[in-house]
Each structure stands twice: as structure tokens, then as C-alpha cells.
């Protein structure tokens, strides 16, 4: 009888201290729970009800990064252009030195995962140990996590997810853990194409019908110029390659020099439109189309059959194909990478099952870092608003972007195709419902290079197509600060604006775009016909490609790849490329943010000029 009122008093206890009790189990935690993370729903995502009974969540559990302040400190030393270091980057070990948790934060955590049922044995791990992933019913998870799981619906497109918008952790792992995810964040990777496309897509196809762009015959010339091939209404791989110089550059170190890009959302890269788009625009390249890897990850994408009416109509792999022609048309014949990351677990779609409970960014991270072979260069024409990514998650996805810059590789992020923001969108997520310009992440990162969207030739301005609404993006981080390679040049640019659009966005922000590039009106093969499309996700494989022909040229001359390219632009490079003076970031309801001299928020430094860094 006292052994019941023991345990009785002791339920009582652990109640009172907030610990969790379960009957048959350890207890789960050393010490009380307490909120870790707290989200505000985005605006566009309503709750339909809970999350269906049984669903399987793959949980990603982010362990803080023991010294990742010691490795910022090498990253910026070799990308630093007048630093004894440039380009002395890390080996994978070297990196994962400063990434790996403590043993206390390890061992604790285990502890943790163990008392809760969790069996170890079914824990995934990076190389550096620093994410933990495990595959967990959804009731498992709101028991590890003290939550509740619901589902939640977009206005605009139906998608929808399985989020839990609060949760918690014992206290005493709070110091020892950054993120964990799915969980509070409603980051949705828009596709920079967007035909009324599925999921936020921001790729904007001008002309869809079937045979109804006639391609201009092009005469075959030894030195073209611009004037001679270059057509605004059509921009082609001889355009590109002739106005930013790159035409007579054959290639030296192909393999040694690599090039990838990222689909998401079930997008693949057409081998059959590609082999058309190569024969009529690059012929000399046209085998690459069966040649280029296609990496799946997580049970990506890569329908290499017809696509249904539907899936036309949504105009799905508009976007694949976009990436791949364009590289392809460019950089040939270094060798391209397409990882089609893809949505795990399987899911089935219905009322009440959500159609992705994934994080592709971390999921991507994840797979590539443990590959023995990366691509020196990555393009990703994909974005979504900042503040639909919680600060804790939108910090460490930026940490694990900071990694690959310090081992030499270059990550290319489009910077978005709504301006400052899209006209009747622009409110904070706060709850306050202010009217703010929205930036985009991960263009925001301080470890990427964001890449905005141009036109015409005679001069390149910044781009805009009033029949799409499409604006190359341009603006300010709420999340990160301004890093030190922007403080001269960004204050510049923030006083010639005389308090224009002041408190609409933090000016002490890390700004954006870093580069830009053409991105309007592009020939893409599309279901066997020529279509163009609008774009920033058409300007960053182009810029991506130019600079991995860069890279070639270094390699080959027995120098290290370009590897985390800001530093060095900031500094020096930006001598490399074409000032734009002309357009704006429109958006809003505004005009947004005006090119101008120098760096600016829209265009960054330009586009390629015929011979970009000339000084590296």
C-alpha cells in the first residue's frame, strides 16, 4: 500500500516540476521542459486538424556546433583575397573538427533520446556527428518533443504539411541542441518558375503554346557579337556566352572542375528536351544530355517518361529543364550534377495526409557532405520568404552553407522574382501585421552568393516584365547581420537612398543580391517546343556557369577554385563585372529598391563582363 502512495507522491512531484510522467518508462528527462522554440503560423497556412494518427516523421535533430566561430574565422581567412590563407581551403576532416558537438552535448542528448524509448541503433548520422536523424511515429515525436503535430493547409496552392508551431525540450539540453526539425518551420522552396505552378514557384514562363516561338536561324560566325546573336525576346546559349565572354574559352580541366545544380519538388531534368534544346542551341554539346549525373536523394524525382496533362499544365520540370539546358549550354563540357532531393518518409495525399513533411535544404546538406566527390560549384534557383523560417532553423541551415565555402565550394542562391516582395503580401509574420518588404532566404545567408535577374543588351538593366509581374529580388535580412565584406560598399548605397522606404526594412541587414546576370525571355525546350521564361532562377545557372568556367581557368593554372566568392568580390572582383544603373526592385506597391551606380539591391555589382576577374 505505501509503495502506491510512494508513487503516487512522486507523480505528483514530477507533475508539479513540469518532468514528464509515463507509466512503464523512465522518466525522460533529467530536468523539467521548457519551451526551446516558438513559431507564429505564417498567414497563408491555416490548420485543418491534427496530424493523421501513425505518421511518420524523419526527425532531424541539429546538436550545437562546438567551434563553428573558429571555422567562420578560416572561412573568411581563405576567401579573403589579401590574407596569407586565400585559398588554402579545409578538407572535410578538418572542417568537421569544428563542427562536432562536445561529448557533453552528445553524451546528454543520447541520454535523453535513450530514456525516452528511443532505440540508438536507428540513428542516422552526418560524418561530424553534429545532426542526428531518426524516423519516428508523429506520437513519438510530440511525446519527445512535449508538442502537438496538426495539419496545415496553403492558401494559394493546397499544399500542405504536418507542423507543430511550439515545442520543447528538458532545460538542460537547450544549450546543447540548436534546432530540430520538422517541426515550426513553414519554409516552402519556391521554384523561380511559376506558370500558376504548384508550391510557390516563382519561375515565369512568357510563352507556353506549342510551337509557338519560331527560333531564328543564327549564322555560324568565328567571333560573334552581341548585336549579331543576342535578341531580347529570345536568349540563347550563344547570346549568354558571347555578351559575357566566354564563347572562345574551350575548357581545360573538365572533371577536375565540376558543376551541379539542386531540383526540389519533383522536379528532373529531362534528358530528352535537353538533347533537343542542345542539338537546335549547342549542338557540339549535344551528348551531354545523356551524359550529366542525375544524383537522387531521398527518393527524388526523375520521371524521364512523358509527362501527364496535368502534370503539363502545372508545368512541372519548367524548371529542371531550365537549369540543365543552360549550364549544359554554357559550361560544356564540364561535367554537371543534378541532386533531385525528394520528400521523405513516402507519403500519400489526401484531406487529411499532408504532401511533404520534408526539410529539403537540411536533407540536401546532409546527403552531399558525406560524398567524397563534390562539385566545385552549386547553382539553386530556389527561395522562400525569410520569415517563413524560424531564426533558430534559417541560422543553422546558413552554418551548414558556411561549411561548404570553407572547403573551396561556391553556393549560388537566386534572389527571388517579387522584388521587395509581392504586391498584397508584404506583412510581417510577427503578429503585428506591419506592412515590410519580405526578404528572401537563403539569398540572405552570409555564406552564399545571391544572384539577381537582368535584361536587354544595349544596356543590361535590371529585369522586369510587366505581363508576369516578374522583378529580380533585391533587399535587406531581418535575420543576419550585415557581414564585415559589406560594410563599405552597403552603407554607401543605403545613404544615396536619403531614407527611402525607412522602417519597410532593417537596414543593418545582410544585403542582397551579390552578382547578377540575363533573366528574361530565356529559350527553353519544354515537352519537345521552344517556350521562354522570366526568371532569376534562369540568371543563377548562367552566372553559376560562368563562374565554374573561372574555376576551370584557376584549376588549370595550378590555383585553388574560387571557393566562398564574396570576400573576394567585395574586395576586388567586383571590377569583374558590368555595373547596371537602370531598373528597380518593383514590389510591393513601390518601386522598391533603384539600381545605381556601383553595388546596389537589386542587381548587386552587375553581370560578367567579357573577361570577369580578371585579377584572379
Same mark, same amino acid.
Given at each position: ?11 505528483? /512531484? ?64 581563405? +576567401?579573403?583575397?589579401? #590574407? ?29 533520446? +535513450? ?19 531518426? /524516423? ?17 493547409? #496553403? ?16 532545460? #538542460? ?49 568565328? #567571333? ?38 539542386? %531540383? ?5 531534368? %529531362? /534528358? ?9 542551341? /549547342? ?9 550529366? &549525373? $542525375? ?17 503539363? %499544365? ?50 540536401? $546538406? ?87 535577374? &537582368? ?22 535580412? @531581418? ?71 573561372? @574555376? ?19 574586395? &576586388?572582383?567586383?571590377?569583374?563585372? %558590368? ?30 563582363? +567579357? ?6
Amino acid at each position: 500500500m505505501w509503495t502506491v502512495a510512494l508513487l503516487s507522491l512522486l507523480a505528483l /512531484r514530477d507533475v508539479a516540476l513540469g518532468t514528464p510522467v509515463e507509466v512503464g518508462r523512465k522518466a525522460q528527462a533529467r530536468s523539467s521542459y521548457a519551451v526551446k522554440d516558438s513559431f507564429h503560423v505564417p498567414a497563408k497556412w491555416t490548420r485543418e486538424g491534427p496530424a493523421p494518427e501513425g505518421y511518420l516523421i524523419n526527425l532531424s535533430i541539429g546538436l550545437k556546433q562546438s567551434r563553428f566561430g573558429e571555422l567562420e574565422k578560416h572561412l573568411m581567412e581563405v +576567401s579573403d583575397p589579401d #590574407h596569407p590563407r586565400y585559398g588554402q581551403h579545409l578538407t572535410p576532416n578538418e572542417v568537421a573538427r569544428y563542427i562536432q558537438p562536445t561529448d557533453e552535448a552528445s553524451d546528454e542528448v543520447h541520454e535523453w533520446l +535513450s530514456d525516452s524509448g528511443i532505440d540508438l541503433d536507428k540513428l542516422d548520422y552526418t560524418p561530424a556527428g553534429d545532426w542526428i536523424t531518426v /524516423r519516428l511515429p508523429v506520437e513519438e515525436v510530440e511525446r519527445l518533443l512535449d508538442t502537438k503535430y496538426s495539419v496545415y493547409r #496553403h492558401s494559394e496552392d493546397g499544399s500542405a504539411t504536418v507542423r507543430a508551431p511550439e515545442w520543447s525540450l528538458p532545460r #538542460h539540453l537547450h544549450a546543447h541542441i540548436d534546432t530540430i526539425q520538422p517541426t515550426n518551420s513553414f519554409a516552402r522552396p519556391s521554384r523561380l518558375s511559376k506558370p500558376k505552378m504548384k508550391r510557390g514557384s516563382t519561375l515565369k514562363p512568357v510563352s507556353t503554346a506549342k510551337g509557338l516561338l519560331a527560333v531564328p536561324e543564327v549564322p555560324r560566325l568565328t #567571333h560573334p557579337t552581341v548585336a549579331q546573336v543576342c535578341n531580347a525576346s529570345l536568349v540563347t546559349p550563344l547570346c549568354l556566352r558571347t555578351l559575357y565572354g566566354t564563347v572562345d574559352y574551350v575548357p581545360q580541366v573538365p572533371g577536375k572542375n565540376q558543376i551541379a545544380l539542386c %531540383n526540389y519538388l519533383n522536379e528532373t531534368n %529531362n /534528358r530528352s528536351d535537353v538533347s533537343l534544346f542542345l542539338q537546335q542551341f /549547342r549542338p557540339e554539346a549535344a551528348a551531354a544530355a545523356e551524359q550529366f &549525373t $542525375i544524383d537522387i536523394i531521398a527518393d527524388g524525382a526523375n520521371q524521364q517518361t512523358p509527362l501527364s496533362t496535368a502534370q503539363l %499544365n502545372a508545368g512541372q520540370d519548367v524548371e529542371g529543364n531550365l537549369d540543365a539546358e543552360t549550364i549544359l549550354g554554357i559550361s560544356y563540357p564540364t561535367p554537371l550534377t543534378a541532386y533531385n532531393t525528394g520528400g521523405s518518409p513516402p507519403f500519400i495525399t489526401d484531406i487529411n495526409t499532408p504532401t511533404d513533411t520534408n526539410e529539403p535544404y537540411l536533407t540536401w $546538406i546532409t546527403y552531399v557532405e558525406a560524398q567524397d566527390n563534390v562539385p566545385q560549384v552549386i547553382s539553386t534557383s530556389y527561395d522562400d520568404d525569410e520569415q517563413s523560417v524560424p531564426l533558430s532553423f534559417a541560422t543553422r541551415v546558413c552554418q551548414e552553407f558556411g561549411k561548404f565555402g570553407a572547403q573551396g565550394h561556391t553556393l549560388l542562391f537566386a534572389s527571388g522574382d517579387s522584388g521587395v516582395g509581392p504586391t498584397g503580401s508584404c506583412i510581417s509574420n510577427n503578429g503585428t501585421n506591419d506592412t515590410i518588404f519580405l526578404p528572401e532566404f537563403p539569398s540572405t545567408c552570409p555564406y552564399v552568393t545571391s544572384v539577381g535577374a &537582368t535584361k536587354n543588351f544595349a544596356p543590361e538593366v535590371a529585369a522586369f516584365d510587366s505581363s508576369n509581374n516578374f522583378s529580380s529580388g533585391g533587399g535587406f535580412s @531581418n535575420y543576419f547581420a550585415r557581414p564585415a565584406y559589406q560594410n563599405a560598399t552597403v552603407s554607401a548605397y543605403l545613404a544615396s537612398l536619403n531614407g527611402a522606404y525607412a522602417g519597410l526594412f532593417n537596414a543593418s541587414g545582410r544585403a542582397y543580391p551579390d552578382i547578377s546576370a540575363q533573366g528574361q525571355r530565356f529559350a527553353v525546350v519544354y515537352d519537345g517546343e521552344v517556350i521562354t521564361v522570366d526568371g532569376t532562377s534562369a540568371a543563377t545557372p548562367t552566372a553559376s556557369s560562368v563562374l565554374s568556367l573561372v @574555376n576551370d581557368a584557376l584549376i588549370a593554372a595550378g590555383k585553388s577554385p574560387l571557393g566562398f566568392f564574396n570576400p573576394l568580390l567585395y574586395k &576586388t572582383a567586383y571590377a569583374g563585372f %558590368n555595373d547596371i544603373t537602370s531598373g528597380s526592385s518593383t514590389g510591393c506597391g513601390t518601386d522598391g529598391f533603384p539600381a545605381e551606380t556601383g553595388w546596389d539591391a537589386v542587381t548587386g555589382f552587375g553581370t560578367p563582363a +567579357s573577361h570577369p576577374l580578371p585579377a584572379c
